[in-house]
Every structure is written in structure tokens, then in C-alpha cells.
């Protein structure tokens, strides 16, 4: 009798920063075999994978968002640019802490997929409630 064959599940961004080998491939948990730990990349090349990927998410999703808008005002009506500057960074720096750590706690307790399900419902009522104003007005 011929054994199915495993389901094999590519490692995940969150799998490659924490150099966690995927589950469901046994020879993956044997350190001695080379071409196992292949699929997931070693720790420098998987930091900076999800570190662009984060910057980049990140960067173009703030460009032109209302805290930069804020930002700008406030540079404008303070004439202290630097105080601005360092007063909204810390700002985003906390912001980021908490959804880092809320990430974390919610991944602990939620299977991945009902997450992602439940993000893209969320960004899609969004997106309606938006479309749904634009074409209101």
C-alpha cells in the first residue's frame, strides 16, 4: 500500500523571522538534514525579509494618512520641527509596540486563518463604508 504523501505548507514570513521549521514536515525537524532546512532561510536572510517587508507595508500605507497630515500641521503651527518630529515618532513608536504585542497575544489564542479571514472581512467593511461615503456625497 502506497502512503499519501504529507501536504507540504511553504514557511510563512512569521516562520522564517523566528527560524521555526514548518510542522508538517517531519525531515524539517531533524537538524542533520541539509536539504530540510533549506525551505526555511537562516535568521539574517529572514530578518531582513520581514523588516523590508514591514518598512515598506508600513511606509506606503502612512504616506498622505491623516498622522502625517497632523504632523504636518503641527510642524507648520509650531515652528519646531525637530520637537515635531521626535514628539510623532515616539507616537508611532508606541502605536507600532501596541499592535506588535496585540499581534502577538491574538496569534497565541486565534488560529492564523481565522485571523486572516477576520482581517480581510474587516478591511472589506471598511472599504464598502468608504466607497459607501464617496458615493453619498
Known sequence: MIAPE???QE???ADSATHRPPENIPEAKSEDNIVANAAVPN???????VFLSTFITIFLAEL???TQLATLLLS???QSPLVVFFGAGLAL???SLIGV??????????PEETLDTCA???LLLITIGLVGDIVGH
Open 93 to 95: 513608536v508606541a502605536t
Open 120 to 122: 480581510g472581512i474587516l
Open 76 to 78: 507648520a503651527e509650531s
Open 11 to 13: 514557511p510563512s514570513i
Open 101 to 110: 504585542l496585540l499581534g502577538q497575544w491574538l496569534s497565541k489564542r486565534i
Open 43 to 49: 535568521n539574517a536572510g529572514a530578518f531582513w525579509v
Open 6 to 8: 504529507p501536504i507540504i
Open 64 to 66: 498622505g494618512d491623516k
